[in-house]
């Protein structure tokens, strides 16, 4: 991590050499074009890498490996460029975080039941710790987050800001199996070398221990329809995975009893009008008319493509 680092510009053109595949190591001979560049830096500020932001459909480069269908940046920015960017970024989305804990906490529940023990939890990317929250109300003990954004841990209430290290995640800064569970929720996308994470996760865990990812599937009807108009389409993402692609990196990574499912994502009508691909002013003013009213204080639920992975450390 990139110590205290004020951000007034972020500036993504640096970026670093080629790249293969983070997934499987392929290389460019075996990967096709996927997403043109679309970068403006004039348009890239602290909220350019806030969760849930609203969607700017700014990319880098991407290309699809055609072996195992991951997408991804093949000149990424370095791994201090992307630390200090997430390190610097804004946060607003605590009712979100609030909502999407609640959904991850149920789509888990099918892999807490598999568990061994429910001593610690590891989340990376943890955000204001909404999650964490649900976990302990399910029976853990040991309350981890590893999270980059200073904003989002203020974000948090002081009982669960106990909980958070800030920083990028280090599997150096914990013991060998000493994690039940680890989750890791719309972060692999945003990270150079997602692999290593989930190998870091699978030595981290105990045996009989669980890795559970949330990741886009770019593969889903919507993300398919909407095309660069989808929200999916981001500065922030160094890849993305289709739900094959999102087995296959627990797999490479010598987890067992793989398997993965889509769920349903439950928001405020303001939130889903704040991704939705309509011109800047005429969203912005139908936002600030929703939010207060009664149909703000209702949830809409709706599969929009994001897909839970998970695998188990066997012994």
Same mark, same amino acid.
């Given at each position: 991590?990139?110590?205290?680092?004020?951000?007034?510009?972020?500036?993504?053109?640096?970026?670093?050499?080629?790249?293969?595949?983070?997934?499987?190591?392929?290389?460019?001979?075996?990967?096709?074009?996927?997403?043109? #560049?679309?970068? #403006?830096?004039?348009?890239?500020?602290?909220?350019?890498?806030?969760?849930?932001?609203? %969607?700017?459909?700014?990319?880098?480069?991407?290309?699809?490996?055609?072996?195992?269908?991951?997408?991804?940046?093949?000149?990424? %920015?370095?791994?201090?460029?992307?630390?200090?960017?997430?390190?610097?970024?804004?946060?607003?989305?605590?009712?979100?975080?609030?909502?999407?804990?609640?959904?991850?906490?149920?789509?888990?529940?099918?892999?807490?039941?598999?568990?061994?023990?429910?001593?610690?939890?590891?989340?990376?990317?943890?955000?204001?710790?909404?999650?964490?929250?649900?976990?302990?109300?399910?029976?853990?003990?040991?309350?981890?987050?590893?999270?980059?954004?200073?904003?989002?841990?203020?974000?948090? %209430?002081?009982?669960?800001?106990?909980?958070?290290?800030?920083?990028?995640?280090?599997?150096?800064?914990?013991?060998?199996?000493?994690?039940?569970?680890?989750?890791?929720?719309?972060?692999?996308?945003?990270?150079?070398?997602?692999?290593?994470?989930?190998?870091?996760?699978?030595?981290?865990?105990?045996?009989?221990?669980?890795?559970?990812?949330?990741?886009?599937?770019?593969?889903?009807?919507?993300?398919?329809?909407?095309?660069?108009?989808? %929200?999916?389409?981001?500065?922030?993402?160094?890849?993305?995975?289709?739900?094959?692609?999102?087995?296959?990196?627990?797999?490479?990574?010598?987890?067992?009893?793989?398997?993965?499912?889509?769920?349903?994502?439950?928001?405020?009508?303001?939130?889903?009008?704040?991704?939705?691909?309509?011109?800047?002013?005429?969203?912005?003013?139908?936002?600030?008319?929703?939010?207060?009213?009664?149909?703000?204080?209702?949830?809409?639920?709706?599969?929009?493509?994001?897909?839970?992975?998970?695998?188990?450390?066997?012994?």
């Amino acid at each position: 991590m990139v110590e205290h680092m004020q951000h007034e510009h972020i500036s993504t053109n640096k970026d670093c050499d080629h790249r293969s595949c983070p997934l499987c190591g392929s290389g460019s001979n075996q990967a096709v074009p996927f997403l043109s #560049d679309t970068r #403006d830096e004039s348009r890239i500020s602290l909220s350019s890498f806030a969760s849930r932001k609203v %969607p700017e459909y700014m990319s880098h480069a991407m290309v699809r490996c055609m072996v195992c269908d991951l997408a991804y940046v093949d000149r990424p %920015p370095s791994v201090a460029t992307l630390a200090a960017s997430y390190h610097a970024a804004d946060y607003d989305s605590a009712q979100e975080a609030e909502d999407a804990a609640d959904t991850y906490a149920r789509a888990i529940k099918p892999v807490l039941a598999q568990l061994h023990g429910r001593a610690s939890v590891l989340e990376i990317g943890t955000g204001n710790a909404a999650f964490l929250e649900r976990l302990g109300v399910e029976g853990f003990k040991q309350l981890v987050g590893i999270e980059p954004s200073r904003a989002a841990i203020a974000a948090a %209430p002081a009982h669960r800001a106990a909980w958070i290290r800030e920083g990028i995640f280090v599997e150096a800064e914990f013991r060998p199996e000493s994690f039940d569970l680890i989750c890791c929720f719309m972060t692999l996308e945003h990270v150079q070398d997602p692999g290593a994470i989930v190998a870091s996760a699978h030595r981290l865990l105990r045996p009989g221990g669980a890795f559970v990812a949330v990741t886009h599937n770019r593969r889903a009807w919507l993300n398919r329809l909407l095309g660069r108009r989808s %929200p999916i389409v981001d500065i922030e993402h160094m890849q993305l995975f289709s739900a094959m692609s999102a087995q296959q990196i627990l797999r490479t990574n010598g987890y067992g009893s793989v398997g993965g499912t889509s769920f349903s994502n439950s928001y405020r009508p303001s939130y889903w009008l704040r991704l939705m691909p309509i011109p800047g002013r005429q969203k912005q003013t139908l936002i600030n008319r929703l939010k207060g009213s009664w149909l703000d204080r209702r949830h809409i639920t709706a599969n929009v493509g994001n897909y839970m992975s998970w695998g188990f450390k066997h012994t």
